[in-house]
Protein backbone atom coordinates (compact mmCIF):
# COMPACT_ATOMS: atom_id res chain seq x y z
CA UNK A 1 0.00 0.00 0.00
CA UNK A 2 1.77 3.62 -1.35
CA UNK A 3 1.46 5.86 0.57
CA UNK A 4 0.66 8.12 -2.58
CA UNK A 5 -2.06 6.74 -4.72
CA UNK A 6 -1.77 6.15 -8.34
CA UNK A 7 -4.45 5.28 -10.79
CA UNK A 8 -2.50 1.35 -12.06
CA UNK A 9 -3.39 2.38 -15.65
CA UNK A 10 -4.30 4.54 -18.21
CA UNK A 11 -4.39 4.64 -22.14
CA UNK A 12 -5.09 6.82 -25.06
CA UNK A 13 -4.15 7.03 -28.52
CA UNK A 14 -1.55 8.45 -30.37
CA UNK A 15 -2.32 12.41 -30.69
CA UNK A 16 -4.69 12.31 -27.45
CA UNK A 17 -4.10 13.86 -23.63
CA UNK A 18 -3.87 12.13 -20.63
CA UNK A 19 -3.75 13.26 -17.18
CA UNK A 20 -2.05 10.99 -13.84
CA UNK A 21 -3.47 11.93 -10.70
CA UNK A 22 -1.36 10.96 -7.52
CA UNK A 23 -3.40 11.69 -4.45
CA UNK A 24 -1.80 12.04 -1.00
CA UNK A 25 -2.87 13.43 2.79
CA UNK A 26 -2.01 15.93 5.06
CA UNK A 27 1.47 14.72 5.71
CA UNK A 28 3.09 14.99 2.68
CA UNK A 29 1.55 16.89 -0.90
CA UNK A 30 -1.19 18.57 1.75
CA UNK A 31 1.50 19.61 4.18
CA UNK A 32 3.25 21.83 0.88
CA UNK A 33 5.74 19.29 -0.18
CA UNK A 34 6.34 19.64 -3.56
CA UNK A 35 5.28 16.31 -6.17
CA UNK A 36 7.75 15.10 -8.61
CA UNK A 37 7.30 13.06 -11.55
CA UNK A 38 9.21 10.29 -12.85
CA UNK A 39 9.00 8.40 -16.32
CA UNK A 40 10.41 4.46 -16.13
CA UNK A 41 10.72 2.74 -19.58
CA UNK A 42 11.07 -1.01 -19.19
CA UNK A 43 14.00 -2.50 -18.13
CA UNK A 44 16.00 0.94 -17.35
CA UNK A 45 15.98 2.98 -13.70
CA UNK A 46 13.39 6.10 -13.23
CA UNK A 47 13.95 9.66 -15.08
CA UNK A 48 12.71 12.59 -13.34
CA UNK A 49 10.23 14.29 -15.72
CA UNK A 50 8.68 16.86 -13.35
CA UNK A 51 9.93 18.49 -10.87
CA UNK A 52 8.66 20.89 -8.09
CA UNK A 53 5.50 20.02 -9.47
CA UNK A 54 5.75 22.04 -12.58
CA UNK A 55 9.33 22.09 -13.84
CA UNK A 56 10.85 20.06 -16.58
CA UNK A 57 14.45 19.31 -16.93
CA UNK A 58 16.14 20.32 -19.78
CA UNK A 59 15.62 17.67 -22.90
CA UNK A 60 11.61 17.44 -21.44
CA UNK A 61 9.45 17.97 -24.03
CA UNK A 62 6.27 20.78 -23.00
CA UNK A 63 4.26 17.93 -23.95
CA UNK A 64 4.67 16.81 -20.52
CA UNK A 65 3.04 19.55 -17.46
CA UNK A 66 2.47 19.16 -13.53
CA UNK A 67 0.04 20.84 -11.76
CA UNK A 68 -0.74 20.30 -8.04
CA UNK A 69 -3.67 21.57 -5.58
CA UNK A 70 -4.38 20.98 -1.78
CA UNK A 71 -3.46 17.38 -1.31
CA UNK A 72 -3.37 15.96 -4.62
CA UNK A 73 -1.27 16.25 -7.99
CA UNK A 74 -1.58 15.29 -11.68
CA UNK A 75 0.86 14.50 -14.56
CA UNK A 76 -0.62 15.98 -18.01
CA UNK A 77 0.94 14.10 -21.23
CA UNK A 78 -0.55 15.69 -24.42
CA UNK A 79 -0.08 14.59 -28.10
CA UNK A 80 0.44 10.85 -27.09
CA UNK A 81 3.18 9.27 -28.76
CA UNK A 82 4.20 5.62 -28.58
CA UNK A 83 7.63 6.36 -27.23
CA UNK A 84 5.49 7.60 -24.27
CA UNK A 85 4.49 4.07 -23.10
CA UNK A 86 6.05 3.52 -19.97
CA UNK A 87 5.27 3.69 -16.21
CA UNK A 88 4.85 6.83 -14.29
CA UNK A 89 5.12 7.66 -10.68
CA UNK A 90 4.58 10.32 -8.36
CA UNK A 91 7.09 11.34 -5.51
CA UNK A 92 7.03 13.54 -2.40
CA UNK A 93 8.28 13.97 1.21
CA UNK A 94 6.21 12.82 4.19
CA UNK A 95 6.65 14.35 7.33
CA UNK A 96 4.78 11.98 9.77
CA UNK A 97 7.36 9.12 8.70
CA UNK A 98 10.06 11.19 7.88
CA UNK A 99 10.58 9.96 4.49
CA UNK A 100 10.51 9.99 0.90
CA UNK A 101 7.25 8.60 -0.56
CA UNK A 102 6.41 7.56 -3.91
CA UNK A 103 3.12 6.41 -5.48
CA UNK A 104 1.65 3.23 -6.93
CA UNK A 105 2.94 3.92 -9.99
CA UNK A 106 0.84 4.15 -13.36
CA UNK A 107 1.04 2.34 -16.58
CA UNK A 108 0.39 4.50 -19.70
CA UNK A 109 -0.69 2.23 -22.72
CA UNK A 110 -0.31 4.02 -26.67
CA UNK A 111 -3.06 2.06 -28.14
CA UNK B 1 28.34 14.17 -16.02
CA UNK B 2 27.37 12.55 -12.76
CA UNK B 3 27.32 8.71 -12.93
CA UNK B 4 26.11 5.94 -9.94
CA UNK B 5 26.93 2.53 -9.98
CA UNK B 6 25.89 -0.16 -7.96
CA UNK B 7 27.77 -3.24 -7.14
CA UNK B 8 26.98 -6.46 -5.12
CA UNK B 9 25.98 -9.86 -5.27
CA UNK B 10 23.07 -10.81 -7.15
CA UNK B 11 22.30 -13.73 -4.86
CA UNK B 12 21.80 -13.57 -0.96
CA UNK B 13 20.67 -16.50 0.95
CA UNK B 14 17.57 -16.20 3.44
CA UNK B 15 18.28 -14.99 7.09
CA UNK B 16 21.58 -13.24 5.54
CA UNK B 17 22.55 -9.82 5.31
CA UNK B 18 22.20 -7.92 1.38
CA UNK B 19 25.22 -5.79 1.20
CA UNK B 20 25.30 -3.06 -1.75
CA UNK B 21 27.71 -0.20 -2.74
CA UNK B 22 27.20 2.60 -4.94
CA UNK B 23 29.94 4.31 -6.28
CA UNK B 24 29.48 8.07 -7.96
CA UNK B 25 31.26 9.65 -10.50
CA UNK B 26 31.55 12.80 -12.16
CA UNK B 27 31.09 14.81 -8.95
CA UNK B 28 31.99 14.40 -5.32
CA UNK B 29 30.03 12.20 -2.72
CA UNK B 30 30.99 15.79 -0.66
CA UNK B 31 28.89 17.95 -1.33
CA UNK B 32 26.61 19.65 0.87
CA UNK B 33 23.87 20.15 -1.38
CA UNK B 34 23.10 16.86 -1.79
CA UNK B 35 21.92 13.15 -0.39
CA UNK B 36 22.66 9.68 -1.19
CA UNK B 37 19.89 7.22 -1.63
CA UNK B 38 18.79 3.90 -1.86
CA UNK B 39 15.41 2.78 -3.83
CA UNK B 40 14.54 -0.77 -4.39
CA UNK B 41 11.60 -1.87 -6.80
CA UNK B 42 10.47 -5.43 -6.27
CA UNK B 43 9.73 -7.28 -9.39
CA UNK B 44 6.49 -6.05 -11.33
CA UNK B 45 5.99 -3.50 -8.33
CA UNK B 46 6.45 -0.11 -7.48
CA UNK B 47 9.62 1.95 -6.16
CA UNK B 48 10.21 2.00 -2.39
CA UNK B 49 12.82 4.67 -0.55
CA UNK B 50 14.87 2.57 1.40
CA UNK B 51 17.62 5.02 3.08
CA UNK B 52 19.22 8.22 2.49
CA UNK B 53 22.51 9.43 3.99
CA UNK B 54 24.77 13.01 3.79
CA UNK B 55 28.55 12.88 3.12
CA UNK B 56 28.87 13.46 7.29
CA UNK B 57 27.02 9.94 7.88
CA UNK B 58 23.96 11.46 8.69
CA UNK B 59 21.26 9.30 8.18
CA UNK B 60 17.25 9.25 7.20
CA UNK B 61 15.62 5.33 7.14
CA UNK B 62 12.70 4.18 5.66
CA UNK B 63 10.86 3.20 9.38
CA UNK B 64 9.40 -0.36 8.26
CA UNK B 65 13.14 -1.06 7.24
CA UNK B 66 14.74 1.21 10.13
CA UNK B 67 15.36 -2.28 12.42
CA UNK B 68 17.91 -4.15 9.49
CA UNK B 69 19.44 -1.43 7.76
CA UNK B 70 22.60 0.38 7.83
CA UNK B 71 23.70 2.32 5.69
CA UNK B 72 27.64 4.21 5.58
CA UNK B 73 29.28 6.57 3.37
CA UNK B 74 33.15 6.28 2.42
CA UNK B 75 34.19 10.43 1.22
CA UNK B 76 37.61 8.96 -0.13
CA UNK B 77 36.57 6.60 -2.42
CA UNK B 78 33.12 8.71 -3.06
CA UNK B 79 31.00 5.55 -2.80
CA UNK B 80 28.03 4.70 -0.22
CA UNK B 81 26.96 1.44 1.49
CA UNK B 82 23.95 -0.16 2.37
CA UNK B 83 23.22 -3.34 4.36
CA UNK B 84 20.81 -4.86 4.82
CA UNK B 85 20.01 -7.67 7.77
CA UNK B 86 17.93 -10.96 7.79
CA UNK B 87 16.83 -11.09 4.55
CA UNK B 88 13.76 -12.74 3.14
CA UNK B 89 12.37 -13.37 -0.36
CA UNK B 90 10.46 -10.16 0.67
CA UNK B 91 13.34 -8.27 0.00
CA UNK B 92 13.85 -9.40 -3.73
CA UNK B 93 14.24 -6.32 -5.99
CA UNK B 94 15.60 -4.05 -8.45
CA UNK B 95 18.00 -1.97 -5.78
CA UNK B 96 18.86 1.88 -7.31
CA UNK B 97 21.00 4.15 -5.59
CA UNK B 98 20.16 7.64 -6.45
CA UNK B 99 21.26 11.15 -5.38
CA UNK B 100 18.34 14.15 -3.75
CA UNK B 101 18.73 17.05 -3.43
CA UNK B 102 19.06 18.45 0.96
CA UNK B 103 16.60 21.76 0.53
CA UNK B 104 13.32 21.86 -1.78
CA UNK B 105 12.44 20.39 -4.13
CA UNK B 106 13.20 17.37 -2.82
CA UNK B 107 13.38 15.03 -5.50
CA UNK B 108 16.38 12.08 -6.84
CA UNK B 109 18.04 13.69 -9.86
CA UNK B 110 20.45 11.47 -10.43
CA UNK B 111 20.08 7.18 -10.44
CA UNK B 112 22.28 4.54 -10.57
CA UNK B 113 21.20 1.60 -13.73
CA UNK B 114 20.02 -0.19 -10.92
CA UNK B 115 21.20 -3.70 -9.52
CA UNK B 116 19.18 -7.26 -9.23
CA UNK B 117 19.18 -8.91 -5.78
CA UNK B 118 17.29 -11.92 -5.43
CA UNK B 119 17.10 -13.88 -2.42
CA UNK B 120 16.58 -17.14 -2.71
CA UNK B 121 18.89 -20.81 -0.97
Known amino acids: QSVLTQPPSVSGAPGQRVTISCTGSTSNIGAGYDVHWYQQLPGTAPKVLIYGNINRPSGVPDRFSGSKSGTSASLAITGLQAEDEADYYCQSYDNSLNGWVFGGGTKLTVL | QLQLQESGPGLVKPSETLSLTCTVS??????????WGWIRQPPGKGLEWIGS???????YYNPSLKSRLTTSVDTSKNQFSLKLTSVTAADTAVFYC?????????????WGQGTLVTVSS
Open chain 2, 98 to 110: ARHTVVTPLYFDY
Open chain 2, 26 to 35: GGSISSSNYY
Open chain 2, 53 to 59: IYYTGST
